[in-house]
């Protein structure tokens, strides 16, 4: 249901007048004034709600040098698993930061392990992964021990990327430490930057040269038909789910692969596959098509390719066992994309192997599991047979304009009018909050901005959100709603 978009509404990740059009704009800007807002707070929600995808930062190293300590640092809180050893395994490897103002992802790499062929060929694998999805690169080497052979071998890796690199010179506790972080500048890589993750010391100069390299928006800029580019789609799932067999199906028997576009790694990385007339780009491809063995630590390599792979994508085709139990696996998974704000298509594989029992329990543990994403469309397919390959690109086609819905200021409010007088906000310590206006500040996936009278409990934002998609669609995309409060000017007179 794309048929509240409207036209030159190409400029999805920014917010402007020509946003909203110069009279819907002004005659926004006059309701907040007369409902008491400050026109500069609202400007600046809107703008902040309306961002469109971050930049990503990547911090890569050996183990032991401190990569996940100064990931907390960088993140300002403690998040990242800081146990650098092998067995230490990650659910999460993204998170969002902010310094000085600006917002960004950084991709913790962390949890390298050193398997049967070798320390090197471990980190500069799995290093490659976390490049590929990267706009830049904090490279941190441990000052107290120099520059080492697998230091070497991640320099020649991030040559070839040609990522904007910052050497973070880790372990600088005082001033001879300084002495040491001063021989790498034998890597090549230009200035190293003394820091202490543990203590902060000079993180905030590291920090600084981070939002020099990083560009203000991603280098993965979104296709589609107003930029002339393929479409992209991520296909996810744990482990032996049938993401290869699924890939092999739509390649092999709906039409051919159109083409093979190698990326930074050795392996070819996005391909140009022809579904139902159109050309769509399957990414990382490799990290599919050839199975991964590491002794250890294989649940956080994968966790590090699905997160890669979700944010070069517009739409994550996720591919559930129908034959098995929903997992955890599964729901992070789910989770990780919808955190990432794509479109999201879930594919029921392995159906033709299901009888009537394991379906009747399988509709249970989705109303139960995924209740969250009931917005998501469902295919039930099987990749072995190829049964009703033929509807995963209509379900693709209808999360992407979910994703791309805007909905006219005017028709918004007019909405919400009508429904808080109908459903108010539960009245709470003696006052009853409203939502007094808002607007979308974006698409890609669909950002509101409301504007309240006062605190909006969260199960009413909930409730928002279903009457949003009951009334516009959305279907197949997560919905971003933030609230403004109106201050009491009253009590800042006084």
Do not use: C
Not at 17 to 43: C, K, N, R
Not at 335 to 363: C, H, P, Q, S
Not at 389 to 413: S, Y
């Amino acid at each position: 249901m794309n048929d509240h978009s409207q036209p030159g509404d190409s400029a999805e990740h920014e917010y402007d007048h020509g946003a909203l059009g110069d009279a819907e704009y002004a005659e926004f800007m006059e309701l907040a004034a007369e409902e008491g807002f400050d026109i500069e707070d609202v400007e600046g929600a809107i703008e902040e709600a309306g961002h469109g995808p971050l930049p990503v930062l990547a911090v890569v190293g050996r183990p032991n040098v401190g990569k996940s300590t100064l990931v907390n640092r960088i993140i300002g809180r403690r998040e990242a698993v800081v146990e650098d050893k092998p067995g230490v395994t990650r659910d999460r490897v993204t998170y969002e930061a902010e310094w000085a103002g600006r917002r960004f992802k950084v991709v913790d790499t962390g949890g390298w392990e050193q398997d049967v062929l070798g320390i090197d060929a471990s980190v500069a694998a799995q290093a490659e992964y976390a490049i590929e999805a990267a706009d830049a690169v904090v490279f941190v080497v441990d000052a107290k021990v120099g520059a080492t052979d697998t230091d070497e071998a991640v320099v020649r890796l991030l040559r070839k990327a040609g990522k904007p690199v910052v050497l973070a010179a880790n372990k600088v506790d005082g001033p001879s430490g300084e002495a040491d972080a001063a021989y790498l500048w034998s890597l090549g890589l230009g200035e190293p930057h003394p820091v202490s993750a543990l203590h902060g010391r000079g993180t905030g100069d590291m920090l600084d040269a981070v939002l020099e390299a990083l560009p203000d928006a991603p280098a993965q800029t979104f296709g589609g038909a107003g930029l002339g580019g393929p479409r992209r789609i991520a296909l996810i799932g744990r482990p032996n789910v049938g993401k290869s067999s699924l890939l092999n199906k739509v390649a092999g028997e709906e039409r051919v692969v159109v083409n093979e576009l190698a990326g930074t790694t050795r392996d070819p990385v996005d391909e140009l596959i022809e579904l139902g007339g159109i050309t769509w780009k399957f990414v990382d491809t490799a990290g599919i098509r050839k199975r991964v063995h590491l002794q250890q630590g294989a649940d956080y390599y994968a966790s590090l390719r699905t997160a890669a792979a979700v944010e070069k994508a517009e739409v994550a085709v996720i591919l559930i066992d129908a034959s098995e139990s929903i997992s955890v696996q599964d729901q992070r998974i789910v989770t990780m994309a919808v955190e990432a704000g794509r479109a999201m298509v879930i594919a029921y594989n392995k159906w033709d192997t299901l009888d009537e029992e394991r379906r009747y329990y399988l509709e249970r543990e989705i109303e139960t599991e995924f209740g969250q994403v009931a917005w998501a469309p469902r295919v039930n397919v099987s990749a072995y047979t190829g049964r009703h390959m033929e509807k995963l690109v209509p379900a693709i086609e209808t999360a992407l304009a979910g994703w791309e819905t805007r909905v006219p200021t005017g028709r918004l409010n007019a909405f919400l009018g009508e429904l808080v007088s109908a459903h108010p906000h539960p009245v709470r310590g003696g006052k009853q909050p409203r939502i007094l206006f808002g607007t979308q500040a974006g698409t890609k996936p669909p950002r509101f901005v409301l504007f309240a009278s006062g605190f909006i409990e969260a199960g009413y934002r909930r409730f928002i959100e279903r009457r949003l998609r009951e009334e516009f669609g959305f279907e197949g995309t997560p919905i971003h709603i933030s609230v403004r409060v109106r201050e009491k000017r009253g009590a800042k007179k006084k």
